[in-house]
């Protein structure tokens, strides 16, 4: 086992959640605590009851998944089981203080663009031949990564809110906050708590670090940044002007981490975003077919609208409402799409935004279920595709959970399949 950046002694040690950060941690628990001085290990989950387990109190050190949200009683019964001279932390943290000091993280977050910009820079640094990895809300889990890694290895950890929330001394050597929208209120409560446990991430670093906040053009430790990109927009392999500002501010931090300008550029110019964003599925007798499913909240979907022509987008909106207001995603998109197919839990509620803010019944409509939406999009879009060229994109602007229960991957992947036997029905005609 590498040595500790700062875990001296796990004492009597309580993981809370039992998701992917609880099993990291419990597996490193079970591989290196004896010799981090752990005399018990004890592992609950359950965010709605509080297990007999937690009651004991007097735990050194105590762990819990960002699953789990301040509120739940769980939660609360944790931390009130800590002992008075001992760590109530997330995994992010943990991860960092069981990682060997020569290990060097950097950190991302915002509401939107996360994973692309992790993965951007995580590719820019190994392009440029720096040992990376990406870490966090993609690849492993930061606990088992950072168990693992050497010293002068890059950490690139994609942070949520939520894993922010817990942080303690975390200190990431360069970091970006890329934005900052409405989204989860119902785990933070309000905008400002969760816009404070977004900017959490600055918290430990100093001026001898680089800290880049996008939410105001500036960094928040240093200076100015380098905003330039080694290769013209128009060889970008990606569309969109968010994607093109995520690699701006991949470029500027993997700068400030060592990486050439060959390797950025090589990197850009092979890069692919993740699936379910802004993903051309099929093109149908001319008319486009887009998956962007990972756009869980309306600002990623008043962005991904950015990367098409104004009227030529009929655009499915839907799913379960995140405690946020659809009003500002109305009034920016309405004279944007062509149509607008709202669906799911939320149909109604985002129907009544885009009325509110002057969208015709002609424009506008509504279905029980995605399935049912991108049919109508799909025969609106094929009727108008000999005019200009047509798009049939699904940004939903909301969660999946109301009718795909194991998120917007699952939504994305329904929406491929409809698309892929509308293509081969097209096919065999």
């Known amino acids: 086992m590498n040595n500790c950046r700062n875990m001296d002694k796990?004492?009597?040690v309580l993981i809370v959640g039992k998701g992917v950060s609880g099993t990291a941690v419990l597996e490193f628990c079970e591989a290196a605590g004896a010799d981090l001085g752990m005399t018990s290990l004890t592992l609950v989950d359950g965010q709605d009851s509080v297990p007999a387990a937690v009651g004991g109190g007097g735990y050194d050190t105590v762990v819990v998944s960002p699953g789990i949200p301040p509120h739940a009683p769980l939660f609360q019964a944790a931390r009130a089981a800590t002992a008075p001279d001992g760590t109530f932390m997330g995994e992010a943290e943990f991860a960092w203080r069981i990682s060997d000091p020569g290990v060097i993280w950097a950190a991302v977050t915002g509401t939107n663009g996360k994973t692309t910009v992790t993965e951007m820079l995580t590719v820019m640094l190994v392009a440029s031949g720096l040992p990376a990895a990406g870490v966090g809300n993609i690849g492993d889990a930061a606990t088992t990564a950072a168990a693992g890694a050497p010293a002068g290895t890059i950490l690139v950890a994609e942070l949520s809110s939520?894993?922010?929330y817990s942080i303690i001394d975390f200190h990431p050597r360069a970091a970006v906050l890329l934005n900052i929208t409405p989204d989860h209120m119902a785990w933070h409560g309000?905008?400002?708590a969760y816009s404070c446990a977004k900017r959490r991430v600055f918290e430990n670093m100093t001026d001898a670090d680089f800290a880049l906040d996008c939410t105001d053009g500036t960094t928040a430790k240093t200076g100015e940044w380098d905003v330039a990109?080694?290769?013209?927009d128009a060889d970008l392999p990606f569309a969109g002007d968010h994607n093109r500002a995520n690699a701006r501010a991949a470029a500027a931090l993997a700068r400030?981490?060592?990486a050439t300008e060959d390797g950025i550029a090589a990197a850009l110019a092979n890069f692919r975003l993740a699936p379910h964003r802004i993903a051309d599925i099929a093109t149908i007798d001319g008319v486009r077919y887009v998956d962007d499913s990972k756009a869980?909240?309306?600002d990623a979907t008043i962005k991904a609208l950015t990367a098409f022509d104004p009227g030529t987008?009929?655009?499915?909106?839907g799913g379960l409402n995140k405690g946020l207001d659809f009003s500002y995603l109305a009034r920016e998109t309405l004279d944007q799409p062509a149509g607008i197919y709202c669906f799911g839990q939320a149909a109604d509620e985002l129907a009544g935004a885009y009325r509110a803010a002057g969208a015709t019944e002609q424009q506008l409509?509504?279905?029980p279920t995605m399935a049912a939406a991108l049919g109508a999009a799909h025969a609106a879009a094929q009727a108008a595709a000999g005019t200009t060229g047509q798009v049939v994109l699904l940004s939903p602007a909301c969660a999946s959970f109301d009718e795909f229960p194991q998120g917007y991957t699952q939504r994305g992947d329904a929406f491929i399949a409809q698309v892929t036997r509308y293509a081969e029905s097209a096919d065999a005609r």
């Open 10 to 12: 796990l004492g009597q």
């Open 162 to 164: 939520y894993q922010l």
């Open 190 to 192: 309000d905008m400002q």
């Open 229 to 232: 990109l080694p290769l013209p």
């Open 256 to 258: 400030a981490l060592g």
């Open 296 to 298: 869980t909240n309306p």
């Open 313 to 317: 987008v009929h655009l499915l909106v």
């Open 365 to 367: 409509s509504t279905y």
